[in-house]
């Protein structure tokens, strides 16, 4: 999608601190870290959030999935809490399906 933020960081148009990548998925680390590792994955194709996840998109889901387990094993992460805030009152603040990756730190339950 031309007009979106996370659209232009996984075509490098928009500089990011790059974790991983592949032809389906992007991963870099969170502009505003909420942990002392905050790491985003994200889809290359633009979905808007977890509500746009159809039998036509998931396998790209299940692939980034795969991917956070990979990422974090090989970065010796061993607990840590994916994230994905859907809509404005979950506090969604770019519309482009993104998994937050937080560790680090203790995490309470549930979330504030
Ligand atoms: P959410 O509020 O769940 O939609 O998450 C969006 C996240 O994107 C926030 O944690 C922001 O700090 C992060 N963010 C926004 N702009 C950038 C950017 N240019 N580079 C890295 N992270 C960003």
Redesign the pocket.
Known sequence: MSDC??CK?AAGE?P??KVYEDEVCFA?????P?APS?F?VIPKEHIASVSAISADNSAIVAHIFEVIAKITKEKGIESYRV???IGEQ??????HL?F?VLSGRDMTWPPG
């Open positions: 933020l996370f960081i928009i990011s601190n870099f680390y969170d502009i505003a909420q905050h985003l994230v994905s805030n979950a506090g969604q603040s770019v519309p993104h937050h």
